[in-house]
């Protein structure tokens, strides 16, 4: 499993999807692959969801969504994952930048950046197959990185001043 592989399977196809249907995507793409390919995968999931768990990418879920729970940021950043690897890389080095993103899955009008289990599907494709689970990889941090974002308004708009425009609060 190379890079390149990986986010072929993980960039969602089309920007309007919904969680649903990423995860649905990512489930077939999965189907065909073999064992050992799934547990590449699947450690390759891992890399790159430390790789955002930041307090600085926390902080621009909180303005979007007003997320506030671990369970909740780990599928905002699974979400991130599906934009592809271009956008990734953008959000982890500046999280403000989501601001420029043009489509945004909504439910009920409103913004819906998470994708639920996209980082256990591998996992259950493989549990399904052999009966066992996936080998377990230590995630790392029990907290982001960096320093904790401030959930003061004028902060929050001078650290984030595109999310903020774009979601205000």
Known sequence: MTETDFWALVTREQPGLSSDE???????????????????FDKMMGQQLRRSYLWSVWG???????CDSDYGFA????FLLSLGQQWYDKVVANPDCLGEL??????????YPFVEDYDLIAGQIYEDRTG?????VP????????KKFSTKPKLMRQTYPLLSARFPF
Do not use: M
Not at 132 to 136: A, G, I, S, T, V
């Open 139 to 146: 995630s790392g941090q029990n907290t982001p990185v960096g």
């Open 132 to 136: 066992h689970e996936l080998p377990f």
């Open 22 to 40: 990423v995860a649905q995507q990512l489930r077939k793409k999965l189907q065909p692959l073999d064992d050992e390919s799934l547990k590449a």
């Open 60 to 66: 621009a879920a909180y303005i979007i969504t007003g």
């Open 102 to 111: 043009a489509h945004w899955p909504l439910v009920d009008d409103y913004a």
């Open 75 to 78: 599928e905002f950043r699974c």
